[in-house]
């Protein structure tokens, strides 16, 4: 089955073409577009540069469409794409601006272009529908919590491949496949020990997971994007006191705060030099202390998320960093590892400093709990979600 993985920014559009069957999938094609204007004319061209290529020789080939869409009113999963999510999608398009619309208005370019393709939306909350009520409750009136205010949690798809493979590299086969079917099956229980994961994705947007036999338990992100962990540029975890403060005492409006703190916050606001990690550490480096301080702040608040959920896990069996900083930093790596020798968590520096964006086992012999680099492959599960659907 051919299936076509879109992710679609506000301002971009990137793809890639699986073909999947029982055993796997591979990809055969991908590309990409930035700067974009008008999502219609780039996804015929897609489709016209994948006939030209010759790797598909008509659009029709084309059976499926997945979207990993991000949050939805009043629905989550791995769901036909159709105008009721369209509908989920536009009833939160406030709460994640940067990806709802341009999600909802794909998926009507794609029923338009490929009218024949069952579209399909894996939503980023999905991984976190079994997380207790006690953890993803707000303590807020009643009808702010009838209105869905809630903790959602995102990167469901990216910790959701973290909770499948991280089980295979401990050579927890079951547990592996458990994570893999979860969303056909829901959890299951394990045969002899617990596994026990805490995930950290780190880039451009990062969050924290806890993984319990497959399954999520809590994240850091909660109602929006803009929560948990420093963010590039959208502010992390914040009191909510502090926004009618900042409203009465600096004399803005409320549509300049929700600016400010989804474009001017996170690691840029703090550091006030770029929302890119690498500019951050090169200004670190040559002693700006602002540039220092948005350093010590993410790796302070990724312990303060691996604490919370090894508590809650009663212990670690792996420590897994993915993304783009958790990939390609291994000082990050080491410090945020620094001093848990007593938690049974033990890195070894030659390992870690030797991993170059690619699978890695980076604990040290005397460590308790395996540590792991396993770069992020959110496209994959989700043409392996779309074609479980369909199957
Ligand atoms: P992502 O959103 O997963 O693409 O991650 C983007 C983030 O990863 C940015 O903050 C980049 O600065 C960071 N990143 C990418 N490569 C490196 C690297 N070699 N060293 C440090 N950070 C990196």
Known sequence: MLILVANLGSTSFKYRLFRMDESGGEVVAKGGYERVTDHASVIDDALATLQRDGVIASPDEIEAVGFKTVLGKDLSGCVIADQQTIDALEGFAAVAPAHNPPYANGIRQFAKALPKAKLVALFETAFYQWTSPASYNYAIPKSWRDIGIRRYGFHGASHKFIAERSAEMCEREEVGQIARRLYLDGPQ??????????????????????????VAIGTSMGFSPQSGLPQNNRVGELDSGAIPYAMRTLGISLDEVERQLTKESGLLGISGVSNDLRDILQAAESGNADAQLSLDALVHSIRHWIGAFMLELGGLDALVFTAGIGENNAALRERVCDGLEGFGIVIDPAKNDAC????????????????????????????REVFRKLS
């Open 189 to 214: 229980t394990v045969s002899g020990k617990p596994f026990r994961v805490v995930s950290c994705h780190l880039g451009g947007s990062s969050s924290v997971t806890g993984i319990l036999n497959g």
């Open 356 to 383: 170059r964006a690619a699978e890695a086992d980076i604990g040290s012999a005397a460590s308790a709990a395996r540590i792991l680099v396993i770069p992020a492959n959110e496209e994959l599960v989700l043409a």
